[in-house]
């Protein structure tokens, strides 16, 4: 493709080193779309005929149907996926082929192709999101009255409704789906005809190549239309905060199906077992999607690391690009569709749950709030039920273990209703403000998801 400048072939070590067709294959179908979309500027730009023009999309299309049945003889030699799809074509029907890559550069072309790649992507990994919320508003609406504790610092803190909890990562992958739905406005920009950095002098109708590729905006600078990464640097951004979700998501589900918690059974099915201990049961979907979560934080930090020292416009750096990208695309919807998969079939242990709602001592707040409704300061009301927690502990008993007098010892505002503040579904009921666990509000809110989520 360049052989009018130099006089030797590129050597064999430096054709290994530098191809990228092992990895960027994948972008087959948007470069072909992409280069459909220039033949038709090329054609209305009177540069072809419209014979060549029908040549050169039934060529393209051939292309395409032979690499999805694994037909096409990619070559290494060719460099990467763009050469590759041009050289065969100019093979089969001679001159029109090479007229195609007319005003264009592979610069602008591989930008076209990615942003296609990502725009289509996103829109998949939003759809895989949304599976996952719509599997946790399932299960909590069939377990919409199991109360479990919640926790701070991993330790017993108040009761909440077990539906209020996965609702909070419903939440979360909402946000995830509005940072990926807002990077997607910045994918959507059409950069073909910026060139390799200042365009052409054969200039085509960018408008027409963007009507025809569906794209609501062109680029407006050549040299960062081909310089620029920013828009996968975002997408990688926003994969690693849904992965950090991810893992979150992973370690309560971990916790809540140990021994020591034992809230919940993941099935057979989304679990395995050990090689040498026969009784193991072990949550491998959590632990992986827990550790994968890695990976994507460090193909952000690869690709923002390529691109800090580079100058304007387009370096060989940046070939780069694809493979973290490839990798946290390719890793967070294996982990959206195995996770959403596994949440189908947890079933929670009820009587567990019930059993550790049992403790008296979650409902602390509760009491302190109590004093408080009978003109205690917070930070007075604070202090007595510490010292009445102290104490219990003291006793090993729990606050239902105390007498009136115990509590009215430390502070005459309490009576004999104290007790009613110690049961966890009335704790849950007092609850009403907007965002709090209480049956009515959790109700709402998963009726809330139904409907949006469909």
């Known amino acids: 493709m360049w052989k009018g400048r130099f006089k030797t072939d590129t050597a064999d070590l430096l054709k290994k080193y530098s191809e990228s067709i092992s990895f960027d294959w994948r972008l087959y179908g948007h470069d072909i779309v992409g280069s459909i979309a220039q033949s038709r500027a090329l054609l209305e730009a009177k540069l072809i005929t419209a014979e060549e023009q029908k040549q050169i999309e039934e060529g393209l299309l051939q292309i395409r149907n032979e690499i999805e049945r694994g037909e096409f003889p990619f070559e290494v030699a060719l460099e990467d996926i763009h050469m590759n799809i041009e050289a065969a074509l100019t093979q089969r029907i001679g001159d029109a082929g090479a007229k195609l890559h007319t005003a264009r550069s592979r ?41 479990i504790p919640g926790y701070t610092h991993l330790q017993r803190a108040q ?50 190549i963007a009507q025809l590729l569906d794209f609501p905006a062109i680029t407006q600078n050549s040299m960062d239309a081909v310089g620029d990464r920013d828009f996968a640097c975002e ?13 979150r998501l992973s370690e309560d589900v971990i916790l809540w199906a140990s021994s020591e918690f034992k809230f919940i059974t993941i099935s057979d099915a989304f679990t395995t077992g050990s090689s040498l201990m026969p009784q193991k049961k072990n949550p491998d979907v959590a632990e992986l999607t827990r550790g994968k979560t890695g990976r994507l934080y460090g193909n952000l930090f690869s690709l923002l690391t390529t691109l800090k020292g580079l100058p304007m416009t387009y370096n060989r750096d940046m070939q780069e690009d694809k493979e973290p990208v490839f990798d946290s695309i390719d890793t967070i919807k ?30 602390a707040t509760d009491l302190a709030d109590y004093l408080v409704n009978k003109g205690v300061p917070f930070r007075k009301a604070h202090e007595v039920i510490g010292k009445l927690v102290a104490l219990c502990a003291e006793r090993n008993i729990g606050l239902r273990g105390l007498l009136l007098t115990d509590y009215q010892a430390l502070s005459p505002r309490f009576e004999a209703d104290l007790f009613e503040r110690l ?16 049956p009515k509000n959790v109700g709402l809110q998963l009726k809330k998801w139904q409907e949006l989520l469909g």
Request: overall charge negative; hydrophobic content about 50%; aromatic content about 4%.
């Open 334 to 363: 294996a982990a959206l569709e195995v996770v959403a998969a596994m949440f189908g079939g947890i079933e929670l242990e009820r009587a567990n749950c019930a059993e550790a709602v049992e403790d008296a001592n979650l409902m």
């Open 107 to 147: 610069n602008d072309q591989v930008a076209l192709d990615l942003r296609l790649y990502l725009r289509a992507e996103t829109d998949l990994i939003i759809g895989l999101i949304r599976g996952l919320q719509r599997a946790l508003v399932a299960l909590g609406e069939r377990n919409q009255a199991v109360i």
């Open 159 to 208: 009761p909440v409704l077990f539906a209020h909890h996965l609702l909070a990562y419903v939440e979360m992958f909402q946000r995830d789906v509005d940072r990926l739905s807002d990077a997607r406005k910045r994918i959507n920009v059409m950069p073909l005809g910026s060139g390799a950095m200042a365009g052409s002098t054969i200039n085509l109708n960018r408008e027409l």
């Open 423 to 438: 049961d966890a579904v009335k704790s849950l009921d007092a609850r009403t403000n907007i965002g709090t666990p209480s």
């Open 235 to 247: 997408i990688l951004a926003d994969i690693a905060i849904a992965g950090m979700h991810l893992s």
